[in-house]
């Protein structure tokens, strides 16, 4: 593929699988990261994006493969949704590893790569990322922690021509799952295509225009 390589962390079905099924539309060759070793799609990398050295590995991998990274999106999300008082041991914890370690750790595999060429670096938010919701107390922590690091990334990696960005999503994804959950008509849901279309073009703005913070939801939301 002649447009390079794009890297995208969360490649599960929904949003992660329509990001690359855009970017592959589009002539790049991508590789989805999953932490789950139940996906056998040919162009997905198994990987614990919380092993900071099982990251640079599968990360130089890619790299010696397919040449430097042109994006990278950070799609990885560990939604809990309860009582402060009702976490296990170790759950607040875990939620945060698994957002902004995660993240954290995907970025100190690919930045160094992309320094030379330039590129860039998106991460997926949520209306957590915003503000902290009635039994929200971890995963909005983390959403929060999220942002910042975005936030810090950017003004220091922009200098280097390394677009970073994070994108918030204010709505429900329209997945099957998402269905089965939430008792909303799916035409008040984010469609995932309409997203990776949004996701696609923050990744192409030329440098005299760069978002450092997109914010998406459906027309019908409240905010």
Known sequence: ???GLVIIAGAGQGL???LMERFSHAGYTVAGLNRSNRDNRPNIKQVNLTDLSATKRIVS???QQFGTPKIVIHNTAQLTIKPFLDMADGEFEYIWRNMVLTAHNLAAATLPHMIDSGGSFLVSGATASLRGGNRFSA???AKFALRGLTQSLAREFHPQNIHVAHVILDGIIDTPESRKLHSLDPARMMKTSELADAYFDLSHQPKSVWTHELDLRPA????
Do not use: C, I, P, W
């Open 1 to 3: 593929m002649e447009n």
């Open 16 to 18: 992660g699988q329509s």
């Open 61 to 63: 991998d890619l790299v």
């Open 139 to 141: 995963f909005a922590s």
């Open 220 to 223: 019908s939301e409240n905010f």
